[in-house]
């Protein structure tokens, strides 16, 4: 009887010890009516790799130069690069007649890189700082490369706030990429 009430213990203890997690997750709303002059281009999007350190779902966040560290109880629901995805397609939507996924035939190939997508803690504030880097291929040829670069202040001073914060950026970024995307697309189609 004794061990049996020591396993309960050792299993409530267990328990209790637990921490909960906070998922979260980026998911940028795209207005559901497309534009009407969409470019008669077949994009074909690759998914998006990520450098090191930002490669899994944990929420990094800098309070020094060349540390990164991770909030312990606060994620995304999955990795950024994976989140991220979908919502390229979608936004590149709205500018293209054909957006498909890689591999795919197409006229052009947007390949994008996240460079890195942290919370930067500075004294009684914080940003997010979100860096995406796009390779344009047309011809099977690698044509254009651009990084983009966002900062964009976090409404509080908590994971949350970075979240929410996140969310804007990648809804800014995704405008800048359309349009550079949109600039780039076969000349003889954008009359």
């Known amino acids: 009887m004794a061990s049996k009430l020591f396993v309960l213990v050792l299993l409530l203890a267990s328990c209790a010890s637990q921490t909960r997690v906070d998922l979260f997750t980026l998911d940028v709303p795209v207005a559901s009516k497309p534009p009407q002059d969409l470019l008669p281009v077949t994009l074909v999007v690759g998914s998006p790799s990520v450098l090191p350190g930002y490669d899994t779902p944990r929420m990094a966040y800098v309070t020094r130069p060349h540390q990164i560290d991770y909030f312990s109880r606060n994620q995304w629901v999955d990795s950024p690069a994976r989140m991220l995805h979908p919502i390229l397609v979608e936004a590149l939507s709205r500018r ?3 957006v498909v996924n890689a591999p795919s035939p197409g006229d052009m190939q947007l390949d994008t890189e996240i460079v890195l997508l942290r919370q930067e803690f500075s004294g009684n504030s914080s940003r997010i ?5 796009a390779l344009i291929h047309r011809g099977g040829q690698a044509t254009e490369t651009r ?3 966002i900062f964009e202040a976090c409404p509080e001073n908590n994971p949350y706030g970075g979240v ?3 969310n804007r950026a990648v809804s800014e970024l995704m405008h800048e990429l359309s349009d550079y995307c949109a600039s780039l697309a076969p000349i003889a189609v954008r009359h």
């Open 96 to 98: 293209f007649k054909n």
């Open 129 to 133: 700082h979100f860096v995406l880097r």
């Open 147 to 149: 990084e983009f670069e």
């Open 164 to 166: 929410v914060a996140a």
